[in-house]
């Protein structure tokens, strides 16, 4: 039941990163492309951002799949 849970509250931002760069290119590596960074650098970058969101959004779905267990199941 909990992975259950937390694969569907992930499933958004890991659709998300699937696509990340190949279908849709990210504001903030336009950004630093366009403002003169090296294609490399802002690719660094958005991936750091990428791999912040996607660790954020299953830190905040583990917590939030337990926390609740045990206030609505014991």
């Known amino acids: 039941?909990?992975?259950?849970?937390?694969?569907?509250?992930?499933?958004p931002t890991v659709d998300?990163?699937?696509?990340?760069?190949?279908?849709?290119?990210?504001?903030?590596?336009?950004g630093l492309i366009l403002a003169g960074t090296s294609p490399v650098e802002a690719i660094k970058y958005q991936i750091m951002v990428t791999f912040m969101l996607l660790s954020t959004t299953a830190?905040?779905?583990?917590?939030?799949c337990y926390l609740s267990y045990r206030g609505f199941f014991k």
Do not use: C
């Open 59 to 64: 830190i905040s779905s583990f917590m939030a």
């Open 16 to 30: 998300s990163a699937k696509t990340l760069g190949i279908v849709s290119l990210p504001g903030m590596m336009n």
């Open 1 to 11: 039941m909990h992975r259950d849970s937390i694969k569907t509250g992930m499933q």
